[in-house]
């Protein structure tokens, strides 16, 4: 069932952004040949400085859109999709209630994956593609030929880091989520109160954040924190040390998403109830 | 009871310690067709919604087929909710795909057949529907599935008398026989004569529930009489039923 919820999910998703990912694709294709052709002119009149500057404004301004789009089309897809009306269709279907919150977790984090490949792609794109080949091919040949790590090592961090990084989606989504579900424990106003949750949620990791530096700093602390960073400054080689790294951000995404996942799926479970 | 589908026992739901159902105490059997009767706001949809899982009991419990509701009796429940649920992303072809997918139960092909009488084509955008062919659209969904319990909330609220008999003739056709259909209305009239049962609630308590042909022989009077003669709307705003 929880893969019938995904698949419904991404379907929602896939009638718009196909669009979108391929406009941001052919934009900056047609961009790369408009910018190498005004630049290559003599950008003394307004007319060749108007093709320079116009098709990048076009271009940023397309790329904030699609960010912008993104994030508004994953809150609309649980707000609207699962605590207003569809979710009398939702909610009755033969499922639990955590598997609608994975669900649409998961199918969001894919959607912004993707958006994020798109986006990088067609940065690239747009750019001198000789230039880019060649500034890859240097930084892979470094991140592989170094004198720190290995080149099996070096594929490992980068797959951590890819783990870190949709762990890192996850969260932000998950953090999303767990707002509206609190928004929803109120009979009013429950979109502007998952907003103002969304900035407890934030200020709450912000203080939460400020005291681990604060212990750090200072030095007042001799907690599970500070022993974990001492395992980090005590690793021998510079796997060891990125790879405890990598392994920090991605137990502090963790343990969020396990505590967003928990209050959301709490709050749908047993305190559900539709406009 | 024990072949009781339907199984309320001290019932209590309260929003923000305002209680709407009180203390209910409710069984119903298989095979029935069964009016939910009150004036607005009785707490009819409340009940449904309960029933349907949409809601947490405040005390008491429910039991559906022997089941708390759950996934497991939601696979048996059919539900029309009074509000249109569609995602505005979807065509026909999705939402029919959809209920094919998540419930055992649903005859695709059935509705199809009454999609295509009504004109509705596999490719149409629900979006772009009008609201009565949503609304027999959702009634299709709901119907075409062999279900144990119909859940149907107010369908004929607020449509036109031939769309009512749209529904009724919908309904009545296609629940399956050893099926019970519970539909809450306050049109008396136009249902009456399909119920087997009738379930009255005032201020959310149940104060009459009984079968039909009972009620006539008991009171000397159709059942929309004797709603309309215990619901009579006095200045004071209501007349209450003496038990």
Known sequence: MLGKLIKYDLKSYFKLFPLIWLAAIVL???NHFTLRHFSEAEASGVAELLGLVLPILVYVAAIVTLAVLTLILIIRRFYSGALKEEGYLVFTLPVKPWQIVVAKAIAATIVTIITSVVTVISVLLLMDWAEVTRAIGELFHGLFHNEYITGGQCAALMA??????IVGIAV???RIYCAIALGHLFNKHRGGMAVLMYIAISIVLSALGS??????IFGLDTNWIDEFLRKISEATNTFGFISLGMLGLFLVSAVQIVIYHIVTERILSKRLNLE | MSDSLISCQALTKSYGGAPVLKDIDLDIGAGRIVGLLGPNGTGKTTLIKLLCGLLQPTAGRILINGMVPGPESKAIVSYLPDKMYFADWMNARDILGLFEDFYEDFDRTRAEAMCASLGIKPGDRIKTMSKGTKEKLQLILVMSRRARLYLLDEPIAGVDPAARDYIMNTILTNYSP???VLISTHLIGDIERVLDEAIFLQDGRVILHDSVD???AVHGKSV???????FRMTQEGGEQYAR
């Open chain 2, 214 to 216: 009972n009620m006539r």
């Open chain 1, 28 to 30: 900056a294709f047609v």
């Open chain 2, 178 to 180: 050893d099926g019970t």
């Open chain 2, 224 to 230: 929309d009489a004797l709603f309309r003669e215990m």
């Open chain 1, 160 to 165: 951590e880091a890819v783990i870190v990084g």
């Open chain 1, 211 to 216: 005291t681990v530096v604060a212990n750090l």
């Open chain 1, 172 to 174: 932000s989504i998950y």
